[in-house]
């Protein structure tokens, strides 16, 4: 097992999600389950072990659940998100974090963060300055993360910093480097192209929404699963946000 995979199904309020820098479409609520539960198998194909934080029907944006808590080694800290409307979602996942036996601190107001606007690679925490994320935010999760490098990153015309920026399994960053303010990224041909999820050491999870850069990775010698996520991305979702994975080596 590579580890655990925490996950929330879509529930019947789907299509109400918020949307902030996109026109806002139709979102086929069947589809979207067809295509989370789809996304969940390809995660425990790959040795992910899916955990289902609890049902929470009456909020619309619940399966973006890494907008709720990130972790690092043991402690999973409990987000307070930038959208009002999103922060009842937290409660559920702390129950399920606990469930886990992680440890958890939360971001306190006056601060707001997004789990979505952090993206960690190896000792270093770069975390988005966002509508989402502000200063307080960023500045409680260095003070929690005292043994990480944090790196707050402008950004530009995108939800999160993970909307633009993500990265490969040996810490390549791939992404936009209009949206987000690092150097060095790999640009992807496609949008959708900024946003994996490393599954092991070789193995990329992306959106079949890219497939131009799915070959540009293989390319480079990774094997990517792609999957069809289309129903969630009209609600400025990707394959980043719809999971938290915990590394078996802390899941034990």
Excluded at 108 to 120: F, H, I, N
Excluded at 204 to 213: E, G
Aim: glycine fraction near 8%.
């Amino acid at each position: 097992m590579a580890g655990l995979a925490l996950v929330r199904k879509p529930g019947p309020r789907i299509a109400e999600g918020i949307v902030t820098n996109i026109p806002r479409e139709p979102v086929d609520r069947e589809l979207a389950a067809e295509q989370h539960a789809a996304y969940v198998a390809a995660l425990a194909a790959a040795g992910w072990r899916p955990v289902h934080a609890p049902p929470a029907d009456d909020l619309p944006d619940a399966p973006f659940v890494e907008d709720a808590v990130v972790v690092s080694g043991r402690l999973a800290v409990l987000t307070r998100p930038g959208a009002p409307e999103r922060r009842p979602e937290v409660d559920s996942v702390e129950q399920a974090v606990r469930g886990l036996g992680l440890n958890t601190v939360r971001i306190t107001r006056p601060g707001t963060l997004d789990g979505g606007d952090v993206l960690q690679t190896g000792d270093t925490v770069y975390v988005g300055r966002s509508a989402r994320t502000d200063d307080h935010g960023i500045a409680q999760l260095a003070a929690l993360l005292p043994e990480r490098r944090v790196v707050p990153v402008e950004l530009s015309g995108v939800l999160h910093l993970k909307s633009a920026v993500t990265a490969l399994p040996d810490g390549t960053l791939i992404g936009d480097p209009a949206h987000a303010r690092l150097p060095g990224l790999l640009v992807p041909p496609e949008e959708a192209g900024a946003h994996v999820v490393p599954l092991d050491g070789d193995t990329v999870l992306m959106a079949a929404s890219a497939p131009r850069t799915a070959e540009l990775l293989e390319k480079r010698g990774l094997a990517v699963v792609a999957v069809d996520i289309s129903e969630f991305e009209k609600l400025e979702g990707c394959v980043t946000c719809l999971s938290v994975l915990v590394p078996d080596a802390l899941s034990m």
